[in-house]
């Protein structure tokens, strides 16, 4: 696949420089078609029945055997999950942590990660790094971790400066549990979730795959408790309510996804080139050099596919809207002054001048 065909997969590359998969990627023709195909099927045919039970079997099945690959990892360490938050909550509730446990996070994760955090029951421990070089995480992080440590709670990539974490360096000189948010990682960069006990995957972000998907890989399923039983969750059960797990991570399946929401999610994991991640990473650092070349640029060389800088102005909201109409999409950092622009394999140079123009228009 070249790089012009691959841009031709998303429609929406025609008229806009779509700079936002941070927030939610865009969508492939083949994806929306898949979708289209699978609730044709129910609309005809009905939402019942052995035939129906058994495709939508097989499509949970097919959806975490691609995911896992992606992560790495067995597919009966994923469990299908809507977001990443619905990750952490399933991780966070089933620890059983109290008040004398502490977790150790940083100050640049997203409330995705930060509010199941805080209805844990431990105490939440927060490292300074946001300001701080990249370089400097590393010891930052560790210098938060005492003996009432439980848990490392860390983004891959951080939402909000792009910036690479050391998630395998701590969890190697801490040998601690480590719950990663990938919401920023999975389909931008590499990623091997085999050494963390809990990474996360937002699947409509990076992906560009049908929102309200993801999963959750759990390195070891059986020392996890399940908090949030879902039907998904039992091979067997009794008129009081117990109930016996199923095996490996789809004990922790919150429930239903659309078989169409899946359908599309396969088309999408199916669909991205090989090339991908080096492209993305290419782009992305062009982009931070062109961005540095007239603006205040927080992200460094060499983090993830995401560059945040400030524009120098202050009404950032009417700014974003502006660059809409301009056909250009980027993301306003609430609270900080910043904009962050997502860079996948799909973005061109064209898009890079085209966000530069957006950004000195008036």
């Not at 597919?75 to 809507?82: V, Y």
């Not at 429930?255 to 088309?267: D, F, M, R």
């Not at 660059?323 to 860079?343: F, I, K, Q």
Request: aromatic share 6%; with cysteine.
């Amino acid at each position: 696949m070249t790089f012009e065909e691959a841009r031709a997969a998303f429609p929406v590359l025609e008229h806009q420089a779509y700079l936002n998969a941070g927030s939610m990627g865009p969508l492939a023709r083949a994806t929306h078609d898949a979708m289209a195909a699978q609730s044709e099927r129910e609309l005809a045919e009905g939402r019942s029945g052995p035939g129906f039970i058994e495709e939508m079997q097989n499509l949970r099945q097919a959806a975490r055997e691609r995911l896992a690959e992606l992560l790495r990892v067995p597919a009966e360490h994923l469990s299908l999950t809507s977001s990443t938050t619905d990750g952490c909550n399933i991780v966070l509730s089933g620890l059983d942590l109290g008040p004398e446990d502490e977790i150790v996070t940083t100050d640049e994760e997203h409330f995705g990660l930060l509010g199941p955090l805080h209805v844990s029951g431990a105490r939440v421990v927060v490292a300074r790094t946001r300001d701080r070089p990249a370089d400097e995480s590393f010891d930052a992080i560790l210098g938060c971790v005492t003996p009432r440590t439980r848990l490392l709670a860390l983004s891959h990539i951080s939402w909000l400066t792009g910036k690479l974490l050391p998630i395998r360096e701590l969890k190697d000189e801490t040998a601690l549990p480590v719950l990663v948010d990938g919401a920023q990682s999975v389909g931008a960069i590499e990623v091997d979730a085999r050494p963390f006990d809990f990474y996360t995957v937002s699947a409509q972000k990076w992906l560009c795959g049908p929102d309200g998907t993801g999963g959750l890989c759990v390195l070891d399923p059986e020392r996890l408790r399940v908090a949030m039983p879902s039907y998904f969750a039992q091979a067997a059960y009794e008129v009081d309510g117990s109930f016996t797990s199923k095996p490996g991570a789809a004990r922790f399946d919150p429930g239903w996804l659309p078989p169409a929401s899946l359908a599309g999610l396969l088309s999408a994991i199916d669909a991205a080139p090989p090339w991908r991640f080096v492209r993305a990473a290419e782009i992305a650092e062009r982009c931070r050099e062109r961005l540095s070349e007239r603006y205040a640029v927080v992200t460094e060389p060499a983090q993830g596919t995401l560059v945040t800088f400030s524009p120098g102005k202050e009404d950032l909201d009417a700014l974003v809207a502006r660059m809409y109409d301009d056909g250009v999409v980027v993301r306003r950092l609430p609270g900080t002054g910043w904009l962050r622009v997502s860079c996948g394999y799909w973005t061109s140079d064209e898009d890079l001048e085209r966000l530069l123009a957006a950004l000195e228009a008036e």
